[in-house]
């Protein structure tokens, strides 16, 4: 059964950098996700290249695809470029930070 772009976001928006109470969705680390056939891949970044949950966030997006959609393949690319900029957090993730215009 093929799952929906949608279906997709709601899975990764349970996963959360254990240290901002934001899921990795809202924060902006999310840049793309593309549905081919059985296989979904996730660019993302982290909000610094010394992050110190750098294969644990990828390791858990992973998980929660598979579990919460029943897709095995799942390929996350971890990338640096664009560099990640508190402007890309949601309007949403600006508000449980805190962070209204």
Known sequence: MMQTKEQIVDAIKKCYDPEIPVNVYDLGLIYDVDIKEDTVSIT????SQGCPSAQQIPDLIRSRIQTDCGIQNVNVQV???????????????????HLED
């Open 44 to 47: 993302m970044s982290l909000t």
């Open 79 to 97: 990338v640096w470029d664009p560099v990640w900029t508190p402007q890309r957090i949601s309007p949403e993730g600006k508000k449980l930070l």
